[in-house]
């Protein structure tokens, strides 16, 4: 497809189980970002890719959480033992080239929602 | 405590009116960004801001970065129902950083 996408675009979890949020970025963009939204918020930086190198992962709220994308295409975004505080939703977006100033492509993002 | 403030937080009024709405900062950003936001979809850029005084028109949209790159603002005249959502604005704080800092938005409703 032309756009980012998303997979799953909703998930139910019981509090406790592992996920997985696939994000498939637009065919040759190099950089990868991955955010969290919570409700009636802005996004946050929760980490970033430049292929496949994992050049910022600042913003993981904890451990828990664990991001790759092993051949700088497809990333997945993994949370271990899911907390109801981890209710969000999850977007992915991908530019041409690393710097913020270029344009982010969002993708729809995955409606987390731990039970 | 949010490095971007936006304000207001939420705005409806009726069509053919004009809005503006607010992002403001303590902190310096290298450039700004404003995005629209639908339910169930991701942002999508509107614009990118990134010289200090700098106005930029997107048809009825007008966006202006602060003198001192701080601040923006939006400024929407004679608002369309189509205009309803939420909008963001972000910013990268040093100029080549990979990631960006968003404003809690500001949901805008233009009622027909």
């Known amino acids: 497809g032309a756009g980012v996408s998303q997979s799953p675009r909703y998930k139910v979890a019981k509090r406790g189980q592992d996920v997985a949020l696939r994000c498939d970025p637009i065919?040759?963009?190099?950089?990868l970002f991955w955010y969290q939204q919570a409700l009636g918020q802005g996004p946050e930086f929760l980490t970033y890719f430049q292929n496949e190198a994992q050049l910022d992962k600042s913003g993981l709220p904890s451990d828990r959480f664990f991001a790759e994308r092993p051949e700088g295409s497809v990333s997945t975004l993994k949370i271990q033992r899911t907390q109801q505080e981890d209710s969000a939703v999850y977007l992915c977006?991908?530019?041409?080239?690393?710097?913020?100033?270029?344009?982010?492509?969002f993708g729809p993002g995955t409606r987390l929602t731990v039970l | 405590t949010q490095l971007l403030e936006q304000s207001p937080q939420f705005l409806s009024i009726q069509e053919g009116e004009n809005l503006t709405v607010y992002c403001n900062s303590s902190s310096v950003f290298s450039s700004l960004q404003w995005y629209r936001q639908e339910p169930g979809e991701g942002p999508v850029l509107l614009v990118t801001?990134?010289?200090?005084?700098e106005v930029k028109k997107l048809k009825r949209l007008t966006f202006q970065f602060g003198d001192a790159r701080k601040d923006s603002s939006l400024h929407i005249t004679a608002a369309q129902p189509g205009d309803t959502g939420l909008y963001l604005c972000a910013g990268d704080k040093v100029q080549g950083a990979q990631k960006l800092v968003f404003g809690q938005g500001t949901r805008l409703t233009i009622n027909p």
């Open positions: 065919s040759g963009h190099v950089s």
């Open positions: 977006a991908s530019s041409l080239r690393g710097a913020a100033a270029f344009e982010q492509f």
């Open positions: 801001v990134v010289t200090g005084g």
